[in-house]
C-alpha cells in the first residue's frame, strides 16, 4: 500500500475550488490518464484509467461529503484506493486544497519498488494538483456543483 500527501494553493475561494472537485465527470481534463468517470448516483462512481501502462476500470463509492470542507472515498472493486480531499480557507480568493490516499500499486513485486523508489504515486497527485489549479485559476470559476452531504460510517 502506498499512501499519498500533497496540498496546493489555489487562487480561488473555497466554495469554487470545492463546487469544481464535486464535478466528478470533469476530472478527465486534469487527472493524469483518467479516461473518463461516470457519477451512478450521488456516491457511486465509474472509473476507466490507464494505470502503470494498463487500462483498469473500477467502481468508488464516496464515504463522506461535507461542502467546502472535505470528500471521501473508498473503492469498491478494482485495485484498492481510499483517500479524502479537504478544502482549507486561507483568504477570501485563497483555498488550500489537500489530498491524502492510499493506493495498491501494480501487482507485481517489480510494480512495487518502481512505486515505492520512484514515487509514481506521489509524482502523479503532485501533477494533478497543479493541473486542477491551473484548471480552476484559468476559468475562474466551476463548471457545476453538488451541495449535499454524505455520511455512512461502517
Not at 496546493?8 to 465527470?25: L, M
Amino acid at each position: 500500500m502506498t499512501k499519498v500527501e500533497e496540498t496546493i494553493d489555489v487562487a480561488v475561494p473555497v466554495r469554487t475550488a470545492y463546487n469544481q472537485w464535486t464535478q466528478f465527470e470533469e476530472f478527465p481534463r486534469f487527472m493524469e490518464g483518467v479516461k473518463q468517470v461516470r457519477q451512478v448516483d450521488d456516491t457511486h462512481l465509474e472509473w476507466q484509467a490507464n494505470v502503470g501502462g494498463r487500462e483498469q476500470s473500477w467502481r468508488a463509492e464516496i464515504t463522506e461529503q461535507t461542502p467546502d470542507q472535505r470528500v471521501a472515498w473508498v473503492s469498491t472493486s478494482g485495485a484498492h484506493n481510499a483517500g479524502v480531499v479537504n478544502f482549507h480557507y486561507l483568504e477570501p480568493e485563497r483555498t488550500a486544497v489537500s489530498v491524502t490516499m492510499e493506493v495498491e500499486p501494480p501487482a507485481g513485486a517489480v510494480g512495487n519498488a518502481a512505486d515505492s523508489a520512484l514515487g509514481v504515486t506521489a509524482r502523479r497527485v503532485k501533477g494533478d494538483l497543479e493541473r486542477f489549479k491551473e484548471f480552476i485559476e484559468s476559468r475562474g470559476s466551476e463548471t457545476g456543483a453538488w451541495r449535499g452531504e454524505v455520511s455512512k460510517h461502517n
